[in-house]
């Protein structure tokens, strides 16, 4: 049975003055973790710098949301970032590759390219939201918090006259999440059947049971 969420917790809109707690809880629950980087395995050494900038990136919009305890500790946070015609925050592209990384790069691009690009044209809207690095602390989990967080980002959104709310949900858990609470699935990607055209193969797939694909989901909002 899920605990209930700690009347203690204080939920609150993130910006660049919190990267550096950010960019440690990151690392900590995330950066090895997340099923992209599982299933290629090859140059995880890169992830720490990749989702930094991600991070930084995101808090400029100050559209994230961070979960702290009664002690000020972070404990659950999700990324959000604007995109319209004008500037992309797409969940994952990685713009920071070392000399001999090309082909891994290559790889997670191409995925990331395969699921995300054109999504203005396709969901007819001017502007949207999309979510990344929903994470909450292992201690904390099954209380019903990354449903907070969704719920607290939904409301971002609307605040800020975003009508559409998007995520790439790579594992098996989030996509069960995100369709509890009403997202759309818009396109699906199945990690054993990628073919990278960029690099004209499928490349090595390392199993990550139960996550088997990455599906694409959005939902509209009234932000009347």
Same mark, same amino acid.
């Given at each position: 049975m899920a605990k209930a969420v700690n009347e203690n917790c204080v939920f609150s809109v993130l910006t660049e003055k919190d990267l550096?707690? %950010? /960019?440690?809880? /990151?690392?900590?629950y995330y950066t090895f973790s997340e099923p992209f980087r599982v299933i290629v395995d090859q140059y995880l050494d890169e992830c720490p710098q990749i989702d930094t900038e991600r991070i930084k990136k995101k808090l400029t919009d100050e559209a994230s949301i961070g979960v702290f305890d009664k002690n000020g500790l972070l404990i659950a946070t999700g990324f959000g970032g604007i995109n319209d015609k004008f500037q992309s925050s797409l969940c994952c592209k %990685?713009?920071? @590759?070392?000399?001999?990384?090309?082909?891994?790069?290559? #790889?997670?691009?191409? =995925? #990331?390219s395969f699921l995300e690009d054109g999504l203005l044209d396709e969901l007819q809207t001017n502007k949207f939201l999309m979510i990344a690095i929903l994470v909450v602390h @292992?201690?904390?989990?099954? =209380?019903?918090l990354a449903s907070k967080v969704v719920g607290k980002l939904e409301e971002r959104a609307h605040d800020l006259g975003i009508g559409c709310v998007v995520v790439n949900a790579s594992s098996a858990y989030s996509q069960k999440l995100f369709e509890k609470l009403g997202y759309k699935k818009l396109r699906q990607l199945m990690y054993a059947d990628f073919f990278d055209e960029k690099l004209q193969c499928k490349p090595f797939i390392k199993p990550n049971p139960p996550h088997d694909s990455a599906v694409l989901y959005f939902k509209f909002i009234n932000c009347s």
């Open positions: 550096d707690s %950010c /960019v440690a809880f /990151v690392h900590e %990685c713009q920071t @590759p070392a000399k001999d990384s090309s082909r891994y790069l290559s #790889i997670i691009n191409g =995925m #990331i @292992p201690s904390h989990r099954r =209380m019903g």
